[in-house]
């Protein structure tokens, strides 16, 4: 689980490399992972209703060949965060994939708009 102490070092590496302006609007990344393809693209319905964006579903990479595949979900949706809501995010996002009982919300990454 991303914790507040993850994301107040995540603003801080940000705030130092000086690449994205935390005070803007960013391209936030959001992944989800699940062996099911289908609750994956049942919870993207789902949140593109709430603005995401869909970008794409891709393959897991498995560390045992007899595991099974598990594949990845990638949103996006501009916005502007702080740490306490990145945090809320993260909490909500959790929350989500647990009632659409989709195995794990994997975290996040950002961008700037445009790249």
């Not at 659409?100 to 195995?103: A, E, G, R």
């Given at each position: 689980m991303i914790t507040k102490e993850t994301i107040i070092e995540f603003f801080n590496d940000l705030k130092s490399k000086e690449d994205f302006n935390t005070e803007a609007e960013l391209l936030w990344g959001y992944f989800f992972l699940d062996k099911d393809t289908d609750k994956l693209k049942e919870l993207s319905e789902k949140l593109e209703k709430d603005n995401y964006r869909f970008v794409e579903f891709f393959e897991a990479e498995k560390?045992?060949?007899k595991d099974p595949q598990e594949y990845?979900?990638?949103?996006?949706k501009i916005e502007h965060h702080t740490i306490d809501?990145?945090?809320e995010r993260n909490q909500y996002l959790y929350k989500i994939a647990e009632e659409?009982?989709?195995?794990l919300y994997d975290g996040f990454d950002v961008g700037n708009i445009g790249e």
């Open positions: 560390l045992n060949k990845y979900l990638h949103l996006e809501s990145l945090n659409m009982n989709v195995s």
